[in-house]
Structure formats: C-alpha cells, structure tokens
C-alpha cells in the first residue's frame, strides 16, 4: 500500500480512503510538519508543527514508529496533558 500522504512542489494530497484509522501519519512540507490523524469516526485531524528543532528531528526519522517517540519524548519534559 503507498503512503497516504504525499508531497510535492505543489502542495499536499492526502487519501483518507487509504489512512487506516487511529493511526498517526506525517509529511514535512516547506519547513513545517504536519501529522494527520483518522479518527474512529472516519474524521481527518491535522496538526502543523513549526519548531525548528522538532521539525528537524522528524525530518530525519525514518518511519512513522519513529515520529511517535519522537513527539512522545517532546512532550515528556513539557509535561504537556490532553
């Protein structure tokens, strides 16, 4: 199966009909990171990250996996809660 979400100099796309639901996915398009998200509803969340840091952390992970640690470790120290 392709990745759901794609980029390129025109923009995102983004196929909800291939997303399987509950499951985090992520695209870095000019400087920006964007994570989507299908609900168990079939509806489409979308977060945008704009730290430099983070956003480059993310930019050299290799799989979605690793995108998850990587925000779960972010939010550790922040002691950031829902």
């Given at each position: 199966?392709?990745?759901p979400v794609i980029t390129?100099?025109?923009g995102i796309k983004i196929k909800p009909e291939q997303m399987i639901q509950e499951?985090?996915?992520h695209c870095v398009f000019k400087n920006k990171v964007l994570l989507l998200y299908k609900d168990s509803q079939d509806?489409?969340?979308c977060y945008e990250i704009e730290e430099k840091d983070l956003v480059n952390q993310i930019k050299s992970s290799k799989n979605d996996e690793e995108v998850e640690k990587i925000l779960e470790d972010y939010?550790?120290?922040e002691d950031?809660?829902?």
């Open positions: 199966m392709d990745y390129d100099n025109d499951r985090l996915y509806f489409l969340n939010l550790k120290p950031i809660k829902n």
